[in-house]
């Protein structure tokens, strides 16, 4: 039972989980400590991230740049406690801060998910409503708490008819975006995948100028086994953004559910690997550990496979395809 999204979407509901909207690394900072911080976040040195955010709200305690940008990089090395700490910081010292609130929404949700807690769950739904009631158009936090609504189970304000709500919203001010938001709605809380795949072929029909969309529905045709139509999914993604880092795990995923080139399919995950941050709204590299084994397995080659099923459980022990898959192997 998950209670926060993750941004790519694999969520009960932990962003965990850009988002497969991406996480909207814009915010100002109010000092070059922050900055400073807030590109260490951005390039995936968390600790280094926290050791300057730190000194820059010690410096300035009343910067709430400098106490989100501290709760994320907390979120991003799975330590929910102090990012929530951080982010209800940033929210007291900018209450009116939509994007502040909606990853406090995020780090309880984390925390939730920890401690298995109803309780807490309840502090994920109200603060992605807030981020939602401060700015309507926040479609990250109207994704989030789409997403919230299917998930949860009634008791922590699960509500399908709630989620139709923000569906409908998303589509009024993004018609792409309500492509995805109605696809996950539809896969998710109808149990319709064949309606989904429509909402995504429109999508992929739509020729948005962002990526993410593309990538909604890339991961979306993965979890169908749909080779072409993830290979189609990156071509309308290169198209926008041809030099964008998260094209090696797909083109190397679709390589390995297709016919594709094995040892291109091998160089693209580990490329991904290497010269990426593992960041909660891009593709894990737990997930790219997995599919390269599944690659190697493809090769017949079953050693490899547990070695990379091993490296992917000892980053996400959670992982359940990981670990499915190396006992099946029999060498857990």
């Known amino acids: 039972m998950r209670f926060a999204?993750?941004?790519?979407?694999?969520?009960?509901?932990?962003?965990a989980?850009?988002?497969?909207?991406?996480?909207?690394?814009?915010?100002?900072?109010?000092?070059?400590?922050?900055?400073?911080?807030?590109?260490?976040?951005?390039?995936?040195?968390?600790?280094?991230?926290?050791?300057?955010?730190?000194?820059?709200?010690?410096?300035?305690?009343?910067?709430?740049?400098?106490?989100?940008?501290?709760?994320?990089?907390?979120?991003?090395?799975?330590?929910?406690?102090?990012?929530?700490?951080?982010?209800?910081k940033a929210v007291a010292l900018a209450p009116k801060n939509s994007e502040y609130h909606d990853w406090l929404g995020r780090a309880y949700g984390g925390k939730a998910d920890k401690e298995r807690s109803f309780f807490i769950a309840k502090k994920v739904k109200a603060e992605f409503e807030n981020a939602v009631r401060l700015d309507p158009?926040?479609?990250?936090?109207?994704?989030?708490?789409?997403?919230?609504?299917?998930?949860?189970?009634w008791i922590a304000g699960g509500d399908k008819d709630e989620a139709q709500k923000q569906v409908d919203a998303i589509a009024a001010i993004d018609p792409v975006q309500g492509h995805v938001a109605r696809a996950v709605y539809e896969s998710e809380a109808q149990k319709k995948p064949a309606?989904?795949?429509?909402?995504?072929?429109?999508?992929?029909?739509?020729?948005?100028?962002?990526?993410?969309?593309?990538?909604?529905?890339?991961?979306?045709f993965i979890t169908e086994n749909k080779a072409a139509d993830v290979t189609a999914a990156i071509a309308a993604a290169a198209a926008v953004a041809p030099n964008d880092a998260r094209l090696g795990y797909y083109r190397g995923i679709a390589a390995v559910l297709g016919d594709g080139n094995n040892a291109d399919a091998e160089r693209s995950l580990k490329s991904y690997i290497l010269s990426t941050p593992d960041r909660s709204d891009w593709?894990?590299?737990?997930?790219?550990?997995?599919?390269?084994?599944?690659?190697?397995?493809?090769?017949?080659?079953?050693?490899?496979?547990?070695?990379?099923?091993?490296?992917?459980?000892?980053?996400?022990p959670g992982r359940k395809g990981a670990r499915e898959r190396l006992n099946k192997l029999g060498k857990e």
């Open 283 to 316: 593709p894990a590299h737990a997930a790219a550990r997995e599919w390269l084994g599944r690659l190697y397995e493809k090769e017949g080659n079953p050693s490899a496979a547990a070695e990379q099923y091993r490296a992917a459980l000892q980053l996400d």
């Open 137 to 153: 158009s926040n479609i990250a936090a109207r994704r989030d708490l789409e997403e919230y609504c299917i998930d949860a189970p």
């Open 195 to 220: 309606e989904a795949d429509a909402e995504y072929h429109m999508v992929l029909s739509a020729k948005s100028g962002k990526i993410e969309p593309y990538l909604d529905a890339a991961n979306f």
């Open 17 to 88: 989980l850009t988002i497969a909207l991406g996480a909207r690394f814009v915010l100002a900072a109010d000092s070059p400590a922050t900055a400073d911080g807030e590109r260490r976040v951005s390039a995936g040195d968390y600790r280094g991230a926290i050791t300057a955010l730190q000194s820059a709200a010690t410096q300035n305690p009343s910067d709430p740049a400098a106490q989100y940008w501290l709760g994320r990089a907390y979120y991003e090395i799975r330590d929910y406690d102090n990012s929530v700490t951080a982010e209800e």
């Open 5 to 15: 999204r993750r941004p790519q979407r694999t969520v009960f509901v932990a962003a």
